[in-house]
């Protein structure tokens, strides 16, 4: 299973960027990749549910995140990068 793969050592960067922090909806875990890695990482602010297949990885400098999550209706993975620019 992917998310178990996922789970097993949360990403430390995506694409050459560091992870700052990572939110798993399905596990309730929001912290740096070892707090999470460790089960001793905060919960989300948003309401999660146990099993849930998302996680959100925060990159270092607080303007882009990329979302992993499971499609609902077909066996497929969709990612979403939001990046915030100035100007």
Known sequence: DLFAKLRASYAREVG???VA???DMGMGLDGTPDECDAGAAGEP???WTKGDLMIT???EGGDAEVTLRASGT???LKWYLDVQ???
């Open 21 to 23: 922090r990572v939110r």
């Open 74 to 76: 077909e066996p497929k």
């Open 16 to 18: 050459g960027v560091r």
């Open 45 to 47: 602010s948003l309401p």
């Open 57 to 59: 990885y925060y990159l």
């Open 85 to 87: 620019t100035s100007g």
